[in-house]
C-alpha cells in the first residue's frame, strides 16, 4: 500500500507492506466555516500578553509589516490588520508599508498585489534583497559578538510586526516569525552564515535553533506583535 508523506513543504510516497502497518494519521483539513478575516481581526484586538493592536499606534506612526508571501490567503491576512491599523489608530496606507523577501519567487507578491483591494493601493511594497547593502541598517550585536543587521524599513518603522507561516524550517529548524525576522531580513552574511549551521549534522534541532540566534534577535529588535499561521493538508490557512 502507499502512503502519501508530508515533512514541511516536501512531499514523498512510501510504500509498504499491509502487515507492518501500525496506524495512518492525516492532520485535520480547515472546517469550511472558518473565517480567516474574522480570526485575524479577533486575534489582534486580543492578543497573547500585549494590549490591542491600535493601542500601539498614532496616527502619524510609520508602520513596517514584515510578511511571508509564501502564505496562502495572503489578502485575507494583512486586510484586516490594514483595516485595524488604518480605521481604528488612524495610520493612513500611505504610512504602512510590507516588507517581504524579495529573493524568493515573483509570483508570490504578484498575486498579492492583484488580489489586494483598490482601498490599499498606497500601501508600500518594499521588497528586501540580502545582496542590497543599502537596503540594511546595524541593530545591534548579539551575546556572541555578531554584528546584527536587518532590513532598513524595519527599522526606522516606529512600530513593525511580523506575518509568518509556522511549521518547520531546512535552515533555522522551525519556521516563525523569529526566523522570518532574522536571518531572512537580514544580510547576506547573516544567510550563508545560517546555512552552514544547518548542513552541520551534528546539531540537534534544539541546539540548531539556539545557535541561529533568530530569538535573541527578536527580542534585541524588539518583535513585540506577531502572527502566526498554520496552513492545513488542504493548502489553506487552518489557524
Same mark, same amino acid.
Do not use: F
Given at each position: 500500500m502507499k502512503y502519501r508523506l508530508s515533512f514541511g513543504r516536501a512531499t514523498g510516497? +512510501?510504500?509498504?507492506?499491509e502487515p507492518p502497518r501500525m496506524g495512518h494519521f492525516v492532520g485535520p483539513a480547515r472546517t469550511d466555516d472558518f473565517d480567516l478575516r474574522g480570526e485575524v481581526r479577533r486575534q489582534l484586538h486580543d492578543p497573547l500578553e500585549a494590549p490591542p493592536l491600535y493601542?500601539?499606534?498614532t /496616527?502619524?506612526?510609520r508602520i513596517a509589516v514584515v510578511f511571508d508571501a509564501s502564505l496562502p490567503q495572503g489578502v485575507?491576512? +494583512?486586510v484586516p490588520l490594514f483595516e485595524t491599523i488604518a480605521s481604528e489608530a488612524g495610520v493612513s496606507a500611505s504610512n504602512i508599508s510590507v516588507v517581504y523577501d524579495a529573493t524568493r519567487? /515573483?509570483?508570490e507578491i504578484d498575486r498579492l498585489i492583484d488580489e +489586494?483591494?483598490?482601498?490599499w493601493a498606497d500601501v508600500q511594497l518594499v521588497g528586501h534583497r540580502p545582496d542590497d547593502a543599502q537596503g540594511a541598517s546595524? +541593530? /545591534?550585536s548579539t551575546a556572541s559578538g555578531k554584528r546584527v543587521y536587518l532590513a532598513r524599513t524595519v527599522i526606522d518603522a516606529d512600530l513593525y510586526l511580523v506575518v509568518s507561516r509556522i511549521g518547520f524550517d531546512s535552515v533555522t529548524g522551525r519556521r516563525g516569525p523569529s526566523s522570518l525576522l532574522f536571518p531572512v531580513m537580514s544580510n547576506e552574511q547573516a544567510k550563508t552564515h545560517a546555512r552552514r549551521l544547518a548542513m552541520d549534522a551534528r546539531l540537534p534541532a534544539d541546539q540548531l535553533r539556539l545557535r541561529q540566534e533568530s530569538q535573541e534577535v527578536s527580542q534585541l529588535a524588539g518583535l513585540f506583535f506577531a502572527l502566526g499561521a498554520s496552513v492545513g493538508a488542504d493548502g489553506m490557512i487552518d489557524q
Open positions: 510516497e +512510501l510504500t509498504l507492506r493601542r500601539a499606534c /496616527a502619524d506612526d485575507d491576512l +494583512l519567487p /515573483a509570483g +489586494l483591494p483598490d482601498e546595524y +541593530l /545591534a
